[in-house]
């Protein structure tokens, strides 16, 4: 038998290559994104990281709760002896500056980065809040189950969704607006005579050709819009709390780069998927939904399939009356949100025609 360390060396090298030949095949046959910049073979490349992930989660699906730990613990071996995070936030809820302070880490400037970037994908304020509150409902619905989603009121409020989250919501936003008023001059290099013009050319390359923008609730949608808007909202609420079980009951800490890695992954599945959503939904042009948004669904819908088959002793303490509460929360909070905004939004168009005529 070969020695250990040759053969994960083998297993090793052999990973590596089929992601290489997949990405190859990536560039040459997959369909381009909705993207172009900084070229479209770069988001062809993170589609065909989104179908490596949906096979791997596939395969993953048949395998025993416990030969996934030990893989997880042989691409990490730092994982071997971890627990689940059981940490509870909500033990000393006293609003003290020791307090506040102790709650103030680099996951507050990664919950911060993440909002900016949420909000510059979805380019909607009332979407942007909706998915913000929602989100620390699902917490509490999901307390039971999770440790680490007790929080403290002052956490929930002023943390979370006034400083991370309001704060997110509002660069992100801006610099939507930014972006899609700014002009911007796509020479070609060879057009450039000086060293500093190409060098700035080089980093307009990685920002984005055009800017286009979003208006997810126009009043003179039809219904079926708005209910597609809703499945979106749920859609983001499964792929959050996906995180956070994925993570706890395969035993990879917070800290641990695995979660680094997936959560790098799903911004570049959801970048394109949500744009290709969006299209579908406002465009009656668009006949049928983009490949890259019907694989990140599946992904997400996987994640969840295989959250509750390998965790089935935490989700059978799941209180049903939260589930319930947290189901109906989402349908009747997007239900009312929307179609108060196709109230409000149909009233001014009226009062907007009344005062010309």
């Known amino acids: 038998a070969l020695p250990i360390s040759v053969t994960d060396s083998n297993v090793w090298m052999g990973i590596v290559f089929v992601v290489i ?12 994104g909705p993207f172009i910049r900084p070229h479209p073979a770069i988001w062809r490349m993170g589609f065909g990281l989104s179908v490596a992930y949906m096979l791997i989660l596939i395969f993953a699906l048949f395998q025993k709760y416990q030969d996934i ?3 997880l613990q042989w691409l990490d071996p730092s994982l071997v002896g ?11 809820c006293s609003l003290t500056l020791a307090n506040v302070r102790s709650r103030i880490d680099v996951f507050i400037l990664g919950h911060l980065i993440g909002w900016i ?19 620390e409902v699902t917490e509490v619905a999901f307390a039971h ?18 400083l ?53 609730l126009d009043p003179s949608s039809t219904y079926m819009r708005y209910a597609a808007i809703s499945i979106f909202v749920i859609l983001w609420q ?46 009656k042009t668009c006949k049928r939904m983009g490949t890259q948004a019907w694989v990140f669904i599946a992904n997400t819908f996987l994640e969840s399939l295989l959250c509750i088959k390998c965790g089935k002793e935490l989700f059978a303490q799941t209180l049903i009356d939260n589930l319930i509460f947290w189901i109906v929360f989402q349908l009747l909070t997007c239900l009312v949100v929307l179609f108060t905004l196709i109230y409000v ?8 025609i009344e005062k010309k005529s």
């Open 164 to 216: 991370c989250n309001g704060l997110g919501i509002v660069i992100g936003l801006y610099l939507c607006k930014k972006l899609e008023v700014r002009r911007l001059n796509w020479a070609s290099f060879k057009d450039l005579r000086w060293p500093r013009d190409k060098i700035k050319r080089a980093v307009l390359q990685f920002t984005p050709e055009s800017w286009t923008h979003v208006r997810w």
């Open 345 to 352: 939004s149909q009233r001014r168009k009226r009062e907007s």
């Open 21 to 32: 030949v997949l990405e190859v095949i990536s560039i040459l046959a997959f369909p381009n």
């Open 117 to 135: 970037l949420k909000a510059m994908v979805i380019r909607d304020v009332i979407l942007c809040w909706v998915n913000s509150i929602m989100w």
């Open 238 to 283: 499964v792929s959050e709390l996906n995180t956070f079980f994925l993570k706890h009951i395969f035993l990879i800490p917070t800290t641990n780069l695995i979660n680094t890695y997936r959560l790098v992954l799903i911004g570049i599945m959801a970048a394109p998927a949500i744009r290709q959503y969006y299209v579908y939904c406002t465009d």
């Open 82 to 92: 971890e627990g689940p995070d059981l940490t509870d936030y909500a033990v000393d």
């Open 69 to 71: 730990v030990a893989a």
């Open 145 to 162: 189950l999770l440790a680490n989603f007790n929080e403290c009121w002052w956490d929930i409020w002023i943390l979370d969704i006034l």
